[in-house]
């Protein structure tokens, strides 16, 4: 049962994905056709690049344990993009830049393999994804709860307990990303902290917009609660995640919006 609700939470999640990924498109332009895919974990949507016609390369530092054999992307030490400068017309992200530690240098990077009047498109999580995923975490105290109970009836540990962390981990909400911690959160989360940080690397910020999505780090009533419906809770509780559309210097026109 535990196994089939991971599952569950797994097609929840890709379905998620896979709305945001249409969403943040909607900012590439028709010939913007080369595409860096930063952290792309399993390599399903730089599969679903690929079948939007784009020429796609996809990194992250380490082989997702669940990446298929025919998986497209490729490992790198991190630091320094494994590409030439000014070869990317698109660089896109999903969840990525919250999670890296280096980010001053890692924007130089990006800075580097991005052509001149190219995109860069960040999904990152909102001020709202973490209030409720840290006012739902009871849910993953009774997920771990019966991991740890099937676990003691002989039918193996399925991992909602992880090596990182004691029960002190799971009682009390972690953070998500590399700074501060689960209240802290509610700021570097913010329209207005990411905007300061792009603003000091280097960006223009083209546009700053919500996806139309409410949803938790815990994936309560996930498969069960459809995207139409999580429409509706996104103007009413918040939307989860945020797009930003980035470019360099003062090459495009801002086209500053609210969310």
């Not at 052509?115 to 006012?135: A, D, F």
């Not at 209240?183 to 700053?208: C, I, N, P």
Request: glycine share 10%; charged share 20%; hydrophobic share 40%.
């Amino acid at each position: 049962m535990i196994a089939r609700g991971a599952a569950a939470r797994t097609r929840f999640l890709r379905a998620i994905r896979t709305g945001e990924l249409r969403f943040a498109l909607r900012a590439v332009r028709d010939d913007d056709r080369v595409i860096l895919e930063v952290g792309g974990g399993q390599g399903w949507q730089a599969k679903q690049l690929e079948r939007c016609g784009f020429d796609v390369r996809s990194i992250d530092v380490a082989r997702h344990p669940d990446a298929s054999a025919d998986s497209p992307v490729m490992l790198y030490d991190g630091h320094r993009i494994p590409f030439a400068d000014s070869c990317f017309d698109v660089i896109f992200s999903s969840n990525v830049l919250e999670h890296i530690a280096h980010l001053e240098a890692f924007e130089r990077e990006l800075h580097r393999v991005l052509k001149p009047g190219g995109l860069v498109i960040h999904v990152l999580p909102t001020p709202s994804w973490r209030l409720w995923t840290s006012l739902t975490h009871p849910v993953r105290v009774l997920r771990a709860v019966a991991a740890r109970l099937n676990r003691a009836g002989g039918a193996g540990a399925n991992g909602a307990v992880s090596a990182r962390g004691s029960w002190r981990y799971v009682l009390w909400p972690n953070r998500h990303g590399e700074r501060g911690n689960s209240l802290s959160e509610l700021y570097w989360f913010s329209r207005q902290a990411w905007r300061r940080h792009f603003t000091d690397a280097g960006w223009q910020v083209l546009s700053v917009r919500p996806c139309p999505y409410f949803y938790t780090g815990q994936s309560v009533l996930g498969p069960i609660v459809g995207l139409r419906a999580r429409r509706g809770l996104a103007r009413v509780l918040g939307a989860a995640t945020r797009v930003f559309v980035l470019a360099t210097g003062n090459t495009h026109e801002p086209v500053e919006r609210s969310g």
